[in-house]
Every structure is written in structure tokens, then in C-alpha cells.
């Protein structure tokens, strides 16, 4: 009986830590922002598309499909990949609009464009129209007081949650995968303690 205790606790175990690590990748791939990326292949003394047009917050992705090996290095200096060898790549980011020409280091002969153009700007809306200034009517003598009114009382503070629980769960998927781990671990040192449980017992030692 104690054997099958320790085996379920450690296959528990093994189950609990794999979540664990399954949902640490799984958070980590949803988190950072999505970059659109345009390919540009590297020939043999050519890029294609020589000139390539692609709005701002985009990245350019040179690929060597030739032999010899290439580089984009930009005219300006604001980037140089290096030797990008066959079947390689290098990407590029581009934040900001503007026209940039490039060239390959070692084959001067290839010349390439980037036109990086600004995002859709927002259209202004119009001011609403300004209400005339309010009249206020002429006062009589002798005004009579106005009656005080009373405020209603305030309802209690407690138990004011709506039916079902609190405020929403956040993004708490680090927090999930410790917890998988901490529980992966305890149930392994279950097993393991079972197990030695059963061993002293088989040895005819006290338990």
C-alpha cells in the first residue's frame, strides 16, 4: 500500500512541475508586442524587393537565399547586420517615418531602399458650441427660507460586494505555475517520504 502511495505521489508530482513549466512558456509567449515583418532576400548581388515601403513600428527581415555571403549595412550608419551567410537572416526595426538606403559591405553594387511611413494621425474633432450664459431671475423682497432638506441615510459600508465574489482575477499566470511548482514539490516529498516508509517496514524495522 505504501509503494502505490509513493508512486502516485511522485507521478503527481511529475504532473504538477510540468504545468508548472508549461505555463511559465505559456506566459512568456503571450507577453512583448507583435512587430509586423517584411522579407527582403539576399541575392547574389541583388536585394529583391529592391525598394520596399512598410508603415512605422515594422521590422524588415533580410534573408540570404544566394551563396556568397551579404550584409544590409545602411547608408547612414544606423545599422549593419554583419556577414549574413547563406540561408541567415537579420531584422531591423524601424520606429520612426522616414527614407532609408542601404547597401551590401561587401558587394557595394547592391543598393536597397526602406520608406518607413508615419502612422494615420487622428482626425481633430470640432469644440462643441458654448451655451449662452444663464439668466438669473429677478429676486422679491423677502424672499421665504426654503425648507432644509434631509440627506437620506447612509447605507452600511459592509457586504456592498455584488453577489459572486470581488473584483476580477488579473494576468496571474506566474503566480499559477508557482503554485503548480510548490504543490509539485510538496507531493514529491510525500512520495518520497512514503517510500522510505516502506522500505524500513519491508526491512522489518519499525515504522
Known amino acids: 500500500m505504501l509503494n502505490f502511495i509513493a508512486r502516485a505521489s511522485f507521478s503527481l508530482s511529475v504532473v504538477l512541475i510540468a504545468g508548472a513549466i508549461g505555463l511559465v512558456f505559456a506566459g512568456i509567449s503571450m507577453t512583448g508586442e507583435a512587430v509586423a515583418i517584411n522579407a527582403v532576400s539576399m541575392g547574389d548581388n541583388f536585394f529583391s524587393p529592391q525598394s520596399i515601403t512598410v508603415p512605422a513600428g515594422s521590422a524588415i527581415e533580410w534573408r540570404n537565399d544566394g551563396v556568397l555571403p551579404h550584409t544590409s549595412t545602411a547608408n547612414g550608419g544606423s545599422w549593419d547586420s554583419g556577414l549574413v551567410l547563406k540561408g541567415k537572416t537579420f531584422s531591423q526595426p524601424f520606429a520612426a517615418a522616414g527614407t532609408f538606403t542601404y547597401n551590401c559591405a561587401v558587394h557595394p553594387e547592391m543598393v536597397g531602399t526602406v520608406v518607413v511611413e508615419a502612422g494615420a494621425q487622428p482626425t481633430p474633432t470640432s469644440a462643441p458650441a458654448t451655451a449662452p450664459p444663464a439668466t438669473t431671475p429677478p429676486t422679491t423682497a423677502n424672499p421665504r427660507p426654503a425648507a432644509p432638506v434631509q440627506a437620506p441615510p447612509a447605507a452600511p459600508l459592509a457586504n456592498n460586494l455584488p453577489v459572486g465574489g470581488g473584483p476580477p482575477l488579473g494576468d496571474n499566470w506566474l503566480q499559477g505555475a508557482i503554485i503548480l ?3 509539485g514539490g ?10 522510505t516508509l516502506a522500505v524500513r517496514g519491508e526491512g522489518g524495522r519499525p515504522v
Request: zero cysteines.
Open 181 to 183: 511548482a510548490v504543490l
Open 186 to 195: 510538496v507531493m514529491a516529498a510525500v512520495g518520497a517520504g512514503t517510500l
